[in-house]
């Protein structure tokens, strides 16, 4: 499968977004997805995903309540919605597929195999 980001931008401090990752090759059902973000100089790290199996969804708690991630099978898209937007949430957001969870999602890197190239959001306050 491949997967391209976009929808990231500049916004104000409580602000939204939504980001989209369509996918190519493969439908979104066949795996587990997921978003992570990632800023300069530190590790990638895990904000949300769904399940291959039952539509299960999983945050950070830093962004539970405030970003909402979902699938379209027919558009073959995952989306997030991400609300009340904060300065820390500025990163480059990444888009990622895991083949082999049926239920529920990892939260580990490493877990994931294919990944959208990123798309950057910036908060400002």
């Known amino acids: 499968v491949q997967l391209q980001a976009s929808g990231g931008g500049l916004v104000q401090a409580g602000g939204s977004l939504r980001l989209s990752c369509a996918a190519s090759?493969?439908?979104?059902?066949?795996?587990?997805m997921g978003w992570f973000r990632q800023v300069p100089g530190k590790e990638r790290e895990f904000v949300a995903g769904i399940s291959k199996v039952g539509r299960t969804t999983n945050y950070a708690a830093s962004v539970k309540g405030r970003f909402t991630i979902s699938r379209d099978e027919s558009e073959n898209a995952l989306y997030m919605q991400m609300d009340s937007l904060k300065p820390e949430d500025t990163a480059v957001y990444y888009c990622?597929?895991?083949?082999?969870?049926?239920?529920?999602?990892?939260?580990?890197?490493?877990?994931?195999?294919?990944w959208g190239q990123g798309t950057q959001v910036t908060v400002s306050s």
């Open positions: 990622a597929a895991d083949r082999n969870r049926l239920y529920g999602t990892e939260d580990a890197v490493a877990q994931y195999d294919y």
């Open positions: 090759g493969a439908p979104v059902t066949r795996y587990a």
